[in-house]
């Protein structure tokens, strides 16, 4: 059967940010960073206007360092950054409001950053192509303080009443919220992120072992596939927990620096697991959305 939610209680509030210029390391006389094996490199990384990698794409293979597809955007003020941070849920509505893309509408579709400063947004390519750093774009956002009436033991966070429909999320004879997702993840894949909060960063799928990455299923993973955290909590902050179950976003992509790769923004936790992960190929924020 369905799920009932508080959704009719929530308040839809706009919070604001502007496209985030890309970031690189803040010491100007060494700006390489370091891969698993110890070699310099200085690729792309978080923030701005990515015009040729998109939610549907491969996580894998881009050479770039936890590439966000689509747009980044923050915002300088760190308060108000907070809330934009907070607020936007995985399947909210953006507009752009100024430069040349203005009017064009975009999804929410995950958060990251080097301080989890950053909202990720899936907009079409044409639109990328009239954007500049420094664009205003509004994000219409809805999701935060929503419950699953019959799941007590489930935590929502950063998901919007959207994405929850557009899963199909059932209720089970188990007792538990039965979730589609492409894959699992098993705790000793799970690296950068944990210990920090759940609320507005990511954590990071390791990738250095492509062999176990394989042997999870994982090594095909695409940018916004939902996955399935097992033995991790993230009620609060990210962290270790037998019988924990959480899912994710992938929200970005992969890193050639050791505890790095594909960074999950998540959606729902568990403590209790009560969560029961439902592996079915394919489900994707792309399709869900209908992103173009």
Not at 161 to 189: M, N
Request: with cysteine.
């Amino acid at each position: 059967m369905s799920v009932r939610t508080n959704a009719t209680k929530l308040v839809s509030v706009s919070v604001m940010g502007q496209i985030a210029s890309p970031g690189l390391p803040g010491l100007p006389a060494e700006p390489y960073r370091l891969d698993s094996a110890g070699r310099p490199f200085l690729w792309p990384a978080y923030g701005g206007i990515v015009y040729n990698v998109s939610v549907g794409d491969s996580a894998f293979g881009w050479l770039a360092d936890c590439v966000h597809p689509g747009v980044s955007i923050s915002l300088k003020d760190d308060n108000g950054n907070r809330g934009l941070n907070l607020l936007a849920c995985v399947g909210n509505t953006a507009m752009v409001m100024s430069g040349d893309a203005k009017g064009a509408k975009g999804v929410v579709t995950g958060k990251s950053g080097r301080f989890s400063e950053h909202v990720i947004m899936h907009f079409d390519k044409a639109s990328r192509e009239k954007m500049a750093i420094g664009d205003k774009i509004v994000i219409r956002s809805a999701g935060a303080g929503m419950d699953l009436l019959d799941h007590p033991d489930v935590m929502l966070k950063s998901c919007s009443l959207e994405l929850l429909e557009g899963l199909e999320v059932t209720s089970g004879q188990d007792g538990k919220l039965h979730v589609p997702v492409v894959a699992v993840v098993p705790p000793h894949l799970l690296g950068a992120g944990a210990g920090l909060t759940s609320e507005g960063g990511s954590i990071h799928i390791q990738s250095q072992d492509r062999v176990a990455l394989a042997e999870a299923g994982l090594d095909q993973l695409r940018l916004g596939d939902l996955v399935a955290l097992m033995d991790y909590d993230s009620s609060w902050n990210h962290g270790y927990l037998r019988g924990a179950v959480g899912i994710g976003v992938v929200g970005q992509g992969d890193s050639p620096r050791a505890g790095y790769g594909p960074g999950v923004t998540l959606v729902m936790t568990s403590m209790k697991g009560g969560i029961q992960p439902v592996v079915t190929p394919g489900v994707n924020i792309k399709d869900i959305f209908n992103l173009q």
